[in-house]
């Protein structure tokens, strides 16, 4: 989006991108910038925007593994008990 957003803004193509992923189990992504990237973002940016405009924001019908590892999750849905506990058990709060 970053790249996208450079050369619409700035006029400038970036040529490479680098996600600095901290988690402890992440890792490092190298990409080189090139034509089909950006027209793939730019496709997925209005797939977003149309989507938010349309009010169409799909949920999840039960809480997964990956819900209980995003930060906003409390804002889409409810969380289980367990869950909740889980969480604060992770983050000390």
Known sequence: MYAVGCEEL????AD???VLNLDEEGKTIREEVE???LVGVRARIKEAGDS?????LPRLPVWSEPCGKCD???LCRDVPA????????????
């Open 10 to 13: 700035a006029g400038t193509r």
């Open 35 to 37: 034509g089909p990237l």
């Open 72 to 74: 906003l999750a409390e």
């Open 82 to 93: 367990v869950a909740r506990r889980d969480r604060r058990a992770a983050t000390g709060r």
């Open 16 to 18: 490479l991108i680098e």
């Open 52 to 56: 938010l405009r349309d009010n169409q």
